[in-house]
């Protein structure tokens, strides 16, 4: 059984996540020959201000992009 764990950026519709969830059971089911039923995917949604880049805050990055 895939299990699947996603990790993003806040800010995606659940429209997005929707067909995010649809294409990477797919993928599972065209590449590993899993039954779709099988998978399993989790969705994470990281707020901007709890993730870095380079040191700096992503959330920190958007107020004063460079």
Do not use: Y
């Not at 299990?3 to 089911?29: D, N, P, S, Y």
């Not at 995917?41 to 707020?47: A, F, G, M, T, W």
């Not at 993730?51 to 805050?57: M, P, Q």
């Amino acid at each position: 059984m895939p299990i699947v764990q996603v990790t993003m950026l806040e800010g995606r519709t659940e429209e997005q996540k929707r067909e995010l969830a649809k294409a990477i059971t797919q993928a599972f089911v065209d590449t590993c020959g899993a039954k779709a039923e099988s998978v399993t995917l989790s969705i994470h949604d990281v707020p901007t201000e709890n993730i870095a880049l380079g040191g700096t805050l992503i959330s920190d990055l958007r107020r004063n992009p460079a």
